[in-house]
Structure formats: C-alpha cells, structure tokens
Nanobody, 120 residues
Framework: QVQLVESGGGLVQAGGSLRLSCAAS????????MGWFRQAPGKEREFVAA????????YYADSVKGRFTISRDNAKNTVYLQMNSLKPEDTAVYYC?????????????WGQGTQVTVSS
C-alpha cells in the first residue's frame, strides 16, 4: 500500500504558474505508475496527466497538453505537476494517484487532493 499527500495548490491569476507535489510513503514508490486528476465543482473527476514507473513515458489530456508537465523523482518518492499558462477553467481540486496496472485511467490509491483556483 502507498499513502499519497498532495501540496502546492493555491490561488493564482490567469496566465500564472503553480507546481503541485505529491509525496508518497509506504511501499516502494518506484513500483507505481502515477497520475494526476482533477475535479471541478459540479463536474466529474477527469484525467490530467500520467507518468510511467521510470518516468520515460508521459500522457496528457488534450486540455492541458503543452501547458502542464508531469515528472517524478523516485529518489524523493515524489511526483510533480508543473502547471503553466493557467486558465480559470483549470480551477479544481487536483488529486494524485498511484497504479500498478497498465491502464492510465485506473488507479489503486489516491491522495486527499489540493485546491487550485485560477482567477480571471
């Protein structure tokens, strides 16, 4: 089992940047592929980005491609989401997640989330 704790959320103006972090503890972090999801008020949770165990493969939702970058540091048991050129529609609670399977949309463990608010 792995425990996940997100941090780095906050309030930012449109066009600004934030970097989210997700610290993992428990079983070996490098055994898990990781992902970021978000959920805006009144909407379903949606996929944002994913990264493979080694970090060599990354995947993005079309809505964030070119603006967000997912990365991981296995020595620090941490996955990051660098968010640039933020838009008001990026406002949501952001969750990190860990998976052992191959499907980038299906995850076994979830963090508690961190709020990101982008003002216009």
């Amino acid at each position: 089992q792995v425990q996940l704790v997100e941090s780095g959320g906050g309030l930012v103006q449109a066009g600004g940047s934030l970097r989210l972090s997700c610290a993992a503890s428990g079983r070996t972090f490098s055994s898990y592929a990781m992902g970021w999801f978000r959920q805006a008020p009144g909407k379903e949770r949606e996929f944002v980005a994913a990264i493979s165990v080694s970090g060599g493969s990354t995947y993005y939702a079309d809505s964030v491609k070119g603006r967000f970058t997912i990365s991981r540091d296995n020595a620090k048991n941490t996955v990051y989401l660098q968010m640039n050129s933020l838009k008001p529609e990026d406002t949501a609670v952001y969750y990190c997640a860990a998976r052992t399977g191959w499907n980038i949309l299906e995850y076994d463990y979830w963090g508690q989330g961190t709020q990101v608010t982008v003002s216009s």
